[in-house]
């Protein structure tokens, strides 16, 4: 739960909301004091640490979509759940293996695979941690909505943008 998010492709950061910030820690969520959002994946360790330096989590989304959000003068903040550490290097470059749209193709990653065979079981090891990475979050967000539902600092059409 970072204090704030670098929108690298606006080059601007975005503050969290202060409020929604104390909420996600007393559901669960970890203070951390910020995300950069990077405009790619970032496949290797050694380029994640490089990037660890900038902020304590590197992701793809929050920051375009805090912007947006703030523009439009709405209270935000930004979870995650991290499925691969700073200290390991991607199964493979989910940059080839992304449609124009920016979603994974099965196709592609399969045929990565098969070309690269011994990336199967770190492509499996990963599988398992982004399952487990969205479980954990899902089962957070609930905690959090939950409580937001019921706080008083949050009028309830505030909790719905």
Same mark, same amino acid.
């Given at each position: ?60 989304? #929050? ?6 959000? *703030?523009? +439009?003068?709405? /209270?935000? %903040?930004?979870?995650? !759940?991290? &499925? ?45 941690? #982004? ?6 979050? *899902?089962? +957070?967000?609930? /905690?959090? %909505?939950?409580?937001? !539902?019921? &706080? ?10």
């Amino acid at each position: 739960m970072p204090a704030n998010v670098l929108a690298s492709k606006w080059d601007r950061v975005v503050p969290c909301d202060p409020m929604l910030i104390e909420s996600a820690v007393s559901a669960g969520a970890k203070r951390v004091a910020s995300f950069y959002t990077a405009d790619r994946v970032i496949v290797r360790a050694d380029e994640k640490q490089r990037l660890g330096t900038l902020a304590d989590a590197v992701e793809m989304e #929050s920051g375009e979509i805090l912007f947006e959000a *703030a523009a +439009f003068g709405a /209270r935000v %903040v930004a979870v995650r !759940a991290i &499925s691969d550490t700073s200290g390991e290097d991607l199964p493979l470059d989910f940059n080839k293996v992304s449609t124009e749209e920016g979603e994974v193709s099965i196709r592609k990653i399969v045929q990565e695979a098969v070309g690269s065979p011994g990336s199967i079981p770190s492509l499996i090891r990963f599988g398992q941690q #982004s399952r487990q990475a969205a479980e954990t979050l *899902a089962q +957070f967000l609930e /905690r959090f %909505v939950r409580r937001l !539902a019921v &706080s008083p600092e949050v009028p309830s059409h505030e909790v719905m943008r």
